[in-house]
């Protein structure tokens, strides 16, 4: 199951509601939406995971009009913040989200078939296994032709590439060993045995990845 170890959310900033903000998702979401917008397809279903606050989709969502966006999360006061971020957006392409957690096998069958399927700062807060499961089922539940894009960071050749980085993949593994930084060549490889195929990766600030994949169309 999903745990969530990550930094700390603030009340929203119109009080009184669910609305909670990430300060991790306000530094990111700019530079991942301009990514996206490159990258998506123009129209179709948009699958976010772990949507955590809701101030990424509700980014996501304006900036790609033409795409149907379904959050979800397995904690409740998130998806109420995701419900109450998009009702103060105003926007139609955000459906009601959803309760998933992403590292249960078979969730795919449910939640599928997907264009787009976005994860954000996930896979370093969870195990390996979980880790995994979770990227065996985002490939499952792609559509033929559909993107998958994965934002966060990795370790380089089984190393952090920043002191900052190796002090925070310290800092998650002292609160669970199970948990960390995945190394990027090892996530590719679980990818592409699950049938996808790269596309590209883009170097984003921090030190952070953005990795694109594919589910080919069937010949």
């Known amino acids: 199951m999903i745990r969530r170890l990550d930094l700390p959310d603030a009340p929203g900033e119109a009080g009184g509601d669910a609305r909670i903000s990430a300060p991790s998702a306000l530094r ?129 050749d089984g190393a952090a590439t920043s002191e900052g980085d190796a002090t925070f993949d310290a800092s998650l593994r002292a609160q669970d060993p199970a948990i960390g930084y995945k190394d990027v060549i090892d996530t590719c490889a679980h990818l592409v045995a699950a049938g996808l195929g790269h596309v590209e990766t883009v170097a984003m600030p921090a030190n952070n990845l953005l990795l694109v994949f594919e589910r080919r169309n069937s010949a």
Not at 50 to 75: I, K, N, R
Not at 97 to 105: G, I, V
């Open 28 to 156: 990111n979401r700019d530079l991942i939406c301009a990514e996206l917008q490159r990258l998506a397809p123009l129209d179709g279903r948009a699958l976010e995971i772990a949507s955590g606050t809701g101030e990424h989709v509700v980014s996501f969502a304006a900036a790609m009009p033409g795409l149907v966006w379904q959050p979800t999360d397995p904690d409740a006061a998130r998806r109420a913040s995701i419900a109450a971020w998009t009702e103060a957006s105003g926007l139609p392409n955000i459906r009601p989200p959803r309760d998933l957690d992403a590292a249960r096998p078979g969730w795919a069958a449910d939640h599928g078939p997907a264009e787009l399927i976005v994860l954000v700062n996930l896979l370093h807060l969870i195990s390996t296994p979980e880790a995994e499961t979770v990227l065996t089922e985002i490939a499952a539940a792609l559509a033929p032709g559909g993107l998958f894009a994965l934002y966060g960071p990795f370790l380089r």
